[in-house]
């Protein structure tokens, strides 16, 4: 891993609520299809699979962005089913459709068959992705690492692709809760190694994507969702060169049970763009740090309105550490990289106010 | 409208938070693809088009679910797009992508180009139906009317069809939000007019459906979906055959600003499955009723399970008056009819324990 010293530490900082001169940024889905480079890029690879599984084009991918703007942090340029498809599940992507699986896993017996990965063996080529870019990085930022969280992979590798009603899985879940909670504890055995091998390999911070924790109830999110996770945080290697590695958690959809995301151990919380986050930050009550929570659509307006959106986020979320701007979701395909750098060059400008 | 009393009057008690002997049920979408009696009438009509504007064969959807269950309710078997087609947006049906409009409108001047529909002319079908259903349903049940909300309709006329990032109404809202308030303050006068048509048609209680309401910021919410809807509720005539007409209110995925909701006039709040009960109901403090929530999925598990659930929702909601059992969204199509079956039973055996 690279010797180099991290020259801009905003992120690892606000991750912590530790005082900083400005509010980091980076954007969720930063390095992709908005960027041209990255639609040429994607096209010289052929693939997407080829893309995501080449260590030297993941790399290129995850500096793009970190070159065209002031960002605070690189992400590894990764996909959320590595896992499952180290797992022999046969990924592959459809166009306009999303990742399918063509052995989904519907069944106590399908689910015997799994074995966890081996992150160095079968994950290999992540890992040689984060070493590459740390040596490009050369401590320029640090580099966020990530992961789906168990129930997240659980609904891909039971609905066999996208859902929209997570019929099968949530079918499991009220019929069949043991089969499913053998699958999640085999998910959670699964992360655990492959975060704290990008944290080797070397990942200064990871972030937990709870894509569809949302679509739960209350108690279910607790039960097959919030709880796997919880035992991922306790379970990861937290330092790193002598730095602690902060934990983000994201759960999309996930603002009405914020109380107990705080309670999860994550140092940070990912916030959509449906709560303020004045609120959220009430309701958390200083027991995490806060990442968000611009809305991506606001990135369609002009940079005038973008700036006075930036203006917003930062107010809601008020004076004092631990806030980490970025967008609410993922940055949407359609918009303008003119209008990403308008919002960066405002956190830029506008934040100092909020940490005097 | 028919004049025969209402023999069963537990929804319209409910819904006004007065006692019941027990826990009133309906379905959303009950009329629907999980029945074989609709799939073999839809067969008939041809086209959904056919089916849900022949006003015949709109009541006999709209009977079949109350035929076949001990149901509290019938709902207006429509869509919730009749006023933007009746507009002249063209609208038409593709299978399995959902509705879409030949002639979306995306400008000011599309804008402009846009009347209010004359219930009594181009929306006639609507309440033809209203006037047969009431006149077979001859005092059983009462009958919902409904509509969708005003940011609703927006979204699908602006986007042309169903969408997943709303790209083009959120680039509105931010670039354009007086067009878009434009439009909005015209589709709260076309939904008044319509729903008004309803009631006075035989509707006895209606419902807005504020599909898309949860994909805005909170501040967007309240300027952009929960303001209209309060404009529509405010000028609703709220008697009909010497009772009051209540007003239900569920935007889906808008659990985090239920307190705002319980301010808009509304008697009731639809709650997705995402909140306890519970939680909903200490937070509207008592100021309006609520209708929900089961998970849609739960109806996959089995009867016995299915009765768990029921009675995990009803002790949520705990004691007294105030709460219209329903599913926390639209029943999915792949449910057994029997399931369904087993759940209203369920809330026909354990309810009244709640109600003593």
């Known amino acids: 891993m690279s010797n180099q010293p991290l020259k801009n530490d905003l992120l690892l900082r606000a991750l912590l609520r530790e005082p900083t001169s400005r509010t980091p940024v980076w954007v969720m889905r930063q390095a992709g299809r908005y960027l041209p480079e990255y639609r040429e890029l994607r096209a010289r690879a052929g693939s997407f699979i080829n893309l995501m599984s080449t260590p030297e084009l993941a790399c290129e991918v995850t500096l793009q962005p970190v070159k065209r703007f002031p960002l605070d942090a690189a992400i590894l340029f990764s996909d959320i089913l590595t896992i499952p498809a180290a797992m022999g599940l046969g990924l592959h992507f459809v166009e306009g459709e999303g990742p399918n699986f063509e052995h989904p896993v519907r069944d106590a017996a399908a689910v015997g068959k799994l074995g966890v990965p081996d992150p160095d063996m079968e994950l290999r080529y992540v890992l040689d992705a984060v070493r590459l870019i740390r040596a490009e990085l050369a401590g320029r930022v640090p580099l966020i690492g990530f992961a789906g969280s168990p129930w997240t992979l659980a609904c891909y590798m039971v609905e066999g692709g996208a859902s929209k009603e997570f019929a099968r899985i949530k079918g499991m879940l009220y019929a069949e809760p043991a089969c ?45 969702s919030l709880r796997y996770m919880q035992a991922v945080i306790s379970q990861l290697q937290r330092e790193s060169q002598g730095r602690k590695v902060p934990v983000i958690l994201f759960t999309k959809g996930g603002s009405v049970w914020l109380e107990s995301m705080a309670e999860s151990g994550a140092d940070a919380l990912g916030i959509d763009w449906t709560l303020e986050l004045g609120d959220a930050r009430r309701r958390v009550n200083g027991k995490v740090a806060l990442q968000g929570n ?23 979320y008020g004076k004092g550490a631990g806030h980490v701007f970025n967008l609410g979701h993922g940055i949407t395909p359609g918009v303008k990289p003119e209008h990403a750098a308008a919002m960066i060059a405002a956190v830029h400008e506008l934040s100092p106010a909020f940490h005097k």
């Open 180 to 224: 499913l909670h053998q699958l999640l504890e085999l998910l959670t055995r699964s992360i655990i190694l492959y975060l704290n091998a990008q944290i080797a390999a070397g990942a200064q911070a990871v972030m937990l994507f709870d894509t569809w924790g949302g679509v739960l109830t209350g108690s279910a999110y607790r039960e097959f």
């Open 294 to 316: 611009m809305d991506p659509a606001a990135l369609f307006a002009s940079p005038e309105r973008i700036r006075e959106e930036v203006q917003n986020v930062l107010h809601s």
